[in-house]
């Protein structure tokens, strides 16, 4: 054994580690990828191996490689093992490599939730902190809704560490599990108070998240933080870094100018120039900067200008990515708030065309749905843009210069399809059909290519017509020789869109030469098929079409065949009978008045639908009285300009027209109130002609007609849905003023129970306990309320503090009724309603949220109150009549959350689905034990957690029991230097700290003030777990007063039942079978007399109290299963026959089962 | 929030990411090739801050960056952090990275890759600031540094070893291998016997010819050897170990 002990060192001595790694892929650059990949063989050998060390060195090394770019996941599960280690060193590395490579569809994350909430609650501080550490990077919804509450807890812890670090994750558990928010939010808030500046910050940090996305909802946080931020002491060295970087106030000064924008716009226009100045600076940050600014800056005064500035740019700029920005820059700041400051459309077409002579932009789909949009929504526009753009389609050869990188070349997929859509406005048709029908353009992207034959259709059908009204049948049987002639070359497209409208298109101009033949007029029907104008259709038109009443996408078309009906026989049936009624037979006889009547009715019905584009013949004359026609400028060719596209107007020339249309203008209006003065002389109203014009004094060239984007008739006004759904933040847009609905509370860990038990007067004494000692969740009003009362409270005597108390209660539950912010049920309910004392005399327990999920998910709590103070005072008991009955509903409520529960979890679910609904709610559960107390101190201890063995069933550490004590200080004196001990058992033992004695006792680390509880956590040792075990303690402790301190001790029994080791694990019934047909198991079976409840309440009883899950339920009959912390499996066959139950078990352990079967008969023996 | 953290050289070799957002291998490999090209084409003297590329999300988020000696430290933040503070930032992470490694170079941050990783997390988790106070972060730093050792040294009880850096220990395994030995002695023996052993062992081994000794070292605890230490030679002058040159 040691022999083996010295090999394994010995070869772990030529492992590599990190730094042989670097080393080695250091000193093989020429062949580093084999060299990886010969180091990555080893790293798989090396996870093959048993020891934890060679693997964490095995893992440290890939989350290396996987920085390199190595792809790791195929050691995903080597890394949980890692991260399971019970040592830190391994278990940093181990959630390192996890932060580093776990996504959120690692399917090997859902192994780590126990570990994880392991590490949470584990004692060591760094421990948790590296397990919230890595949790804050892979993060998932599940982990999110499991751990939830686990974090809520350490917010707060005592260490400010670990405070401010679980403050900080809470943002990435909101962002997975919105519902966690609103539970969430009060103590969140309290941290933004946190003495701790850290956990301050952190708290901070994570409000401005939120806020960010969703402000309204935070506003009632502003005076907070106003607060804070005239208190904070967290000084950023802001002068230093500012003196450091001129640049930088450069940027920084541009930055804040565009917030100023946004409030007053004014002050920033006058430093326009400055501005543009900017677009110089050499830094690109600086120049894109300055570009945000003139967004919001243009006006319609000062648009061409700027925007004739930036062209200057553009010319200028080299490196294609700036210039990019500047084009798409010059393109927003044009059409933004749907174009209001263009007042000259003409103008805006020529920069778009002008914009088209860049070379190797990415954005000529830009420039080319803006094309499109203009000529479809400003009518008035269409010849003037027509024209342009049958000149680019005639110099189409020079925009298409390297065809296929070049982005440019969309351009002419808007040119096309302008001058066919608008060919009515065409100068010369012919000409721009045959540009069209040009061999080269074969050589254009395929979706431009179909764009070019579907409009040169559209263009064949103009030409036609004009061919055709004008005497001579000869041209236009030449133009559709010509389509004829030249469509083939599409038919033969690769691009199965090109090829399928070219042969379309090319058989109907074959069938209208025929009918040309014969000398038909054919223009009409032709031009029939293209007629029709379009709208533009708003882009939320779809989502704003109302849902038909009646129509319900959901609903079943036909009934779904009902699950009683036997399986085996069903489906041959419905073939059989189905089958005939696929025949044909539909299709063949629809005769010719049928076809009519539905053509009918296709019209009534497209006539009623919003979306069916209609023809309207109005549109056309409606352009043609447009007034804005007559304004339009006759473009002047300035030749001295260098055209690289000829023909084509410069955009600078409509800056010197609109000047002087300007001008103009204002002489006419300077005219007109001079006359208006000689009629009115009174000087009140005198205007400042002189000034600059305002906005509205300037009216467009053009009288621009923008269409209205369509909208479905009856659409709903919202605005919400700009939003993008997929937004993560969406989500989080949670009114948190609106108080907490029981169905929101979080799903709570079963130890977070313990304030539930507390009676109204320990309530009362609770309330002195500081928030940072007292790990229970409170909701910041009460605490705000135990403030206040804490200082009257101490220097009343002591009847007079009972009546306050009285009245502090009596508060407090209107808190609870009005504002359940918590899972606090207060214990009336319970001492009432007790009707399930177990067996070591139990208080009744109510669960206290409805998606707890205690049974199945957080399998490794156990409670185990061992005292509970059961103290009646009168006004306690006349409270509880008053308020019975509110609280009735309340628990009813309750009941039906805590049953479905149940029913919730993993296995069980598709078991209890359907039928747990209309049977009856289970009564309150719970595993609270009275064992002792006397006048000077109480202690409640619950189970918290048993440290699981490793994943892979590493079993030589035994097994860890985490047993919490709660120590409550009920006399008016200072308890101190108080010692647990307990007598270790072989079996038990406590695991006591480093270099003390095994008879010393644990010395609690705090001393408790009058009314003060707090909490410590002890560790046992378990060997054995077949049998229960009973451990005698006593707890020492001084009392000390203001003149004496004496002694005093109080003895206790520790008892850890078998049920105690079970953990509630869920099993699938296939698993199931398989374990029962191992044959490993022993056999062994019990029966339990005249048990009046119902089957269900049974299950549920024995799935709470002895941690079994349910696998699989038929009728009266049930399989349940479990595991011991240390892997024995137990299943259970429970059948019930009237008030008889008998259970069979198998387990591998008979003593453990025993043991189980025995405590499962007293559990129910005792109700 | 931050979305991603790199370090990498003058040659864009990264020697450090940190993504708090998923990306696939390739994707990561990319943005950080896309990340040097866009600041390693800056000047020195203009500001710090540059929109990010592509593939980290465009325009919506900032790189903001700093150059020291050979070595690019870049942070891609989105519009809710501050430019100043990140700035700030980094030069924090670097002064605690000088403190930690005592005059950090480049070196450090390439064999010691997983250390940067742990400061980096008191610094920054999950994408959002956790702590910007140095000595806190140092303080919190040598605290779990202490703890890894102190696990470490429980395993190490053997004189060898006493009054080493243990680290050069624990790289093999967690478990000093002459503790290995001197445990397996301690089995049949008294502690303090066994103690005596091995100082025998030792006594025997430096009496022992040279070329003997050249032909122990498998079985000896070679890996202390100033080569094979973490910090480079010259580290432990110790002569024991200049002795044992097999590793290197």
């Not at chain 1, 925007?307 to 080299?318: G, P, R």
């Not at chain 1, 009906?565 to 629809?590: C, G, L, W």
């Not at chain 2, 301690?186 to 303090?192: A, G």
């Amino acid at each position: 054994m040691a022999l083996k002990i010295v090999k394994g060192s010995i070869d772990r001595m030529f492992d590599k580690n990190l730094q042989d790694l670097v080393r080695g892929i250091r000193n093989h650059k020429e062949d580093e990828a084999k060299y990886i990949s010969t180091c990555i063989d080893e790293i798989k050998q090396e996870l093959k191996q048993d020891n934890i060390a060679v693997k964490a060195n095995a893992v440290c090394k890939l989350t290396y490689l996987q920085m390199l770019g190595y792809d790791v996941s195929w050691a995903a599960f080597n890394i949980v093992e890692v991260m399971s280690s019970s040592k830190f060193t391994y278990k940093r590395i181990g959630y390192l490599a996890a932060s580093q490579c776990f996504h959120e569809s690692t399917d090997v994350i859902m192994l780590t939730t126990n570990q994880i909430r392991k590490d949470l609650s584990s004692p060591n501080q760094y421990d948790t902190g590296v397990a919230l550490t890595g949790l804050s990077c892979f993060v998932t919804p599940d982990l999110a809704r499991d751990l939830a509450n686990d974090i809520m807890t350490l917010m707060s812890h005592t260490k400010p560490y670990i405070r401010k670090k679980a403050v900080l994750i809470m943002y990435k558990v909101f962002l997975k599990y919105p519902e966690s928010l609103r539970p969430a939010f009060p103590r969140l808030k309290e941290k933004l108070e946190d003495p701790d500046p850290g956990v301050q910050s952190a708290a901070v940090n994570v409000i401005c998240e939120l806020a960010r996305r969703n402000p309204k909802n935070y506003l009632s946080l502003a005076p907070l933080f106003f607060k804070l931020m005239t208190s904070s002491t967290n000084n950023w060295v802001l002068i230093k870094i500012i003196k450091l970087f001129i640049q930088v106030l450069k940027y920084l000064g541009l930055l804040a100018m565009s917030k100023i924008l946004k409030t007053h716009p004014k002050s920033v226009q006058s430093h326009k120039d400055l501005i543009l100045q900017c677009l110089d600076d050499k830094d690109e940050s600086i120049r894109l900067r300055a570009l945000d600014l003139l967004y919001g800056m243009v006006s319609k005064k000062n648009l061409m200008e700027i925007v004739k500035k930036l062209m200057l740019h553009v010319d200028k700029a080299e490196g294609t990515t700036y210039r990019d920005e500047l084009l798409t820059k010059i393109i927003d700041i044009c059409s933004q708030s749907n174009y209001q400051y263009i007042t000259n459309f003409e103008w805006y077409i020529s920069i778009l065309v002008e914009l088209t002579r860049l070379e190797g932009t990415r954005h000529g789909h830009l420039i080319a749905s803006q094309m499109l949009d203009v000529a479809i929504r400003v009518k008035a526009i269409r010849i003037f843009a027509v024209a342009q753009m049958a000149t680019l389609l005639d110099n189409a050869h020079l925009l298409t210069g390297n065809m296929q990188r070049n982005g440019i070349c969309e351009v002419l997929y808007a040119a096309a399809w302008i001058c066919g859509e608008f060919s009515e406005h065409l100068e010369n048709p012919m000409q721009t059909l045959e540009a069209m029908l040009r061999p080269k353009v074969a050589t254009l992207p395929g979706h431009i290519q179909a764009v070019y034959v579907q409009n040169a259709a559209k263009l064949f059908s103009t030409v036609l017509k004009s061919q055709e009204g004008s005497t001579e049948g000869t041209a236009a049987q030449e133009t559709s020789q010509l389509m004829i002639d030249r469509l083939p070359l599409f038919v033969q497209s690769a691009n199965l869109e090109v090829q399928e409208r070219a042969s379309c298109i090319l058989q109907l101009v074959k069938y209208i030469q025929k009918l040309q033949q014969k000398e038909v007029e054919v223009a009409e029907e032709v031009s029939a098929l293209f007629a029709g104008e379009l709208n533009p259709v708003a882009p939320k038109a779809q989502k704003k079409v109302p849902v038909p009443e009646g129509l319900d996408l959901d609903a079943w078309i036909n009934e779904p065949p009902s699950e009683s009906e036997s399986e085996d026989e069903q489906p041959k049936a419905i073939f059989a009978k189905e089958e005939p009624k696929h025949s044909r037979s539909r299709h063949t006889e629809v005769d010719e008045k049928e076809l009519a009547r539905r053509r009918e009715a296709r019209k009534q019905e497209q006539a009623n639908n919003p979306f069916y584009i209609k023809a309207s013949p109005s549109s056309q004359k409606v352009y043609q009285e447009s007034p804005g026609v007559e304004h339009i400028p006759v473009v002047q060719i300035d030749l001295t300009v260098p055209l690289k596209v000829p023909g084509l107007p410069m955009s600078d020339q409509y800056l010197k027209l609109e000047e002087e249309r300007r001008q103009k203008e204002r002489a006419d209006k300077k005219k007109k109130e001079k006359k208006k003065r000689k009629e009115k002389r009174s000087g009140r109203g005198r205007r400042h002609d002189s000034g600059p014009e305002s906005e509205e004094d300037i009216t467009p060239a053009h009288m621009v007609d923008i269409v209205t984007e369509e909208m479905p008739e009856n659409a709903l006004p919202s605005d919400d849905d700009d939003k993008d759904p997929n937004d993560p933040h969406k989500a989080l847009d949670i009114d948190l003023d609106k108080p907490l609905a029981d169905s929101e509370k979080l799903p709570v860990r079963s130890h977070r129970a313990a304030k539930v038990a507390k009676s109204p007067v320990e309530d009362g004494d609770a309330e002195n306990t500081p928030p940072s000692q007292e790990p229970k969740k409170k909701s910041s009003k009460e605490k705000r309320e135990k403030k206040k009362d804490k200082d009257r409270d101490r220097k009343k005597s002591k009847e007079e503090k009972k009546k306050k108390k009285h009245k502090h209660e009596e508060k407090e539950e209107d808190l609870l009724g009005g504002e359940a912010d918590e899972p606090v049920v207060q214990s009336e309910d319970t001492t009432e309603v007790v009707a399930l004392p177990t067996s070591t005399n139990a208080e009744t327990y109510i669960l206290p949220t409805p998606d707890n999920r205690l049974l199945t998910m957080s399998s490794t709590s156990i409670f185990l109150f061992f005292f509970i103070e059961q103290k009646s005072s009168k006004h306690k008991k006349k409270k509880q009549k008053k308020e019975k009955e509110e609280k009735e509903k309340k628990k009813k409520k309750k009941h039906h959350h805590h049953h479905r529960h149940h029913s919730d979890g993993g296995a069980d679910e598709s078991v209890q689905n359907g039928t747990v609904e209309d049977e009856e709610p289970l009564p309150p559960m719970s595993n609270y034990c009275l064992l002792a107390e006397n006048s000077y101190i109480k202690m409640m201890c619950l189970t918290l957690n048993h440290k699981v063995c490793d994943i892979q069933g590493n079993l030589q550490d035994g097994s860890q029991v985490v047993v919490s004590v709660i120590f409550e200080n009920k006399c008016d004196s200072l308890l101190k230097s108080m010692e647990f001990n307990v007598l270790d058992s072989l079996n038990s033992k406590l695991q006591r700290p480093e270099g003390s004695g095994p008879h010393d006792g644990f010395t609690v680390p705090f001393q408790l003030p009058p009314g003060v509880s707090n909490e410590a956590r002890l560790v046992f040792t378990v060997q054995s777990i077949v049998m229960p075990q009973k451990m005698k303690g006593t707890l020492t402790f001084i009392v000390k007063n203001e003149d004496s301190s004496i002694h005093e001790k109080l003895d206790f029994k520790l008892h850890f039942t078998c049920t105690s080791y079970l953990i509630t694990t869920p099993c699938y019934s296939d698993a199931f079978a398989k374990l029962l047909e191992s044959g490993d198991l022993k056999c062994s079976s019990v029966r339990l007399e005249e048990v009046n409840m119902p089957f269900h309440h049974l299950l549920a009883r024995i799935c709470f109290h002895h941690h079994f899950s349910v696998v699989e339920r038929i009728d009266s009959c049930a399989s349940m299963y479990s595991r011991s912390i240390q892997g024995h499996h137990v299943c259970l066959l429970v059948k019930t026959s009237g008030q008889t139950v008998s259970i069979d078990a198998k387990c591998d352990e008979p003593t453990l089962l025993g043991n189980v079967l025995d405590e499962i008969k007293q559990t129910f023996s005792q109700c | 929030m931050i979305r991603a953290i790199l370090i990498f050289n003058n040659h864009g070799k990264p020697r450090l990411s940190k993504f708090y957002e998923h990306y696939t291998e390739d994707t990561e490999q990319q943005i950080i090739r896309e990340t040097f090209h866009l600041v390693s084409k800056r000047d020195e003297n203009v500001c710090n801050f540059l929109e990010g590329g592509m593939l980290i999300g465009g325009s919506d988020y900032k790189l903001i960056y700093r150059h020291y000696a050979t070595l690019y430290f870049v942070f891609c933040v989105d519009s809710s952090e501050s430019e100043l503070g990140i700035l700030d930032l980094i030069q924090v992470f670097v002064e605690t990275l000088d403190k930690c490694f005592e005059n950090v170079c480049e070196l450090d941050l390439i064999f010691h890759v997983d250390k940067v990783h742990n400061i980096l997390a008191e610094m920054v988790m999950g994408g959002m600031v956790l702590e910007t106070n140095m000595n806190e972060i140092i303080m919190q730093v040598d605290a779990q540094n202490k703890m890894e050792k102190s696990e470490v040294s429980r395993a190490c009880v053997c004189f060898l070893c006493v009054g080493l850096d243990w680290s050069c220990c624990m790289q093999y395994a967690g478990m000093c291998v002459c503790c290995t030995l001197h445990a397996t002695l301690s089995l049949s023996l008294s502690f303090s016997l066994s103690l005596c052993m091995c100082a025998l062992l030792l006594g025997i081994l430096l009496l022992l010819p040279l070329p003997l000794l050249l032909f122990l070292p498998s079985f000896l605890p070679s890996c202390c050897c100033c080569c094979c230490s973490p910090h480079g030679p010259g580290h432990y002058t110790s002569t024991y170990f200049f002795l044992f040159p097999p590793h290197c």
